[in-house]
């Protein structure tokens, strides 16, 4: 079985687990097989006759992780739903989360955060919005970091040593 990425609607996306990624739209790809079976819920894989070309067609991330993991008597093909886009997007992005334990009240130190890949958190882009903001609710270690969390407004805490007033 070969895992094909289709990526026509979305040409930046990527999977680890494909075997091949093709910015052919699927009725270009879909004319290599005998046919093509909708398989985002599929439970079981079907029985084909010898010589079938079959391939097995899915939009959703969680089916595609089940699926691939089938032995499915054919190629599986992934054509990413808008949903399954974002969750790719998500799963590969840089976002913040906290590098220690975090007591509320305190004021967000450089220190304070860390990167993760994949996560609920803000994207590591945001990190200089974030320190020097005090912090609303006491933060466990690794825990995503989110404007929610934090005041609205910088601390002022004072002038730095060798800044003019």
Known sequence: MRRILLTADAPELTVET????????????AARYH???PAD???EPPMLSDGI??????????AFDRLRRMALPGDLLFKPSPVARLDLLRRGRRTLVTA?????GSILQQADLA???GGTGLGTDHRPAMIGRRVLYALAEG???DFGMISEDPVDV????????
């Open 100 to 104: 220690r334990p975090v007591t509320a």
């Open 115 to 117: 990167e993760a890949i």
């Open 41 to 43: 819920h599929l439970a």
């Open 53 to 62: 070309r079959a391939a097995f067609l899915c939009s959703d991330l969680d």
């Open 18 to 29: 494909v075997d091949e990624a093709t910015r052919a739209p699927l009725a270009e790809v």
């Open 143 to 145: 825990m995503a970091v």
């Open 158 to 165: 004072g002038p730095t040593p060798g800044s003019k007033p």
């Open 35 to 37: 046919v093509v079976i």
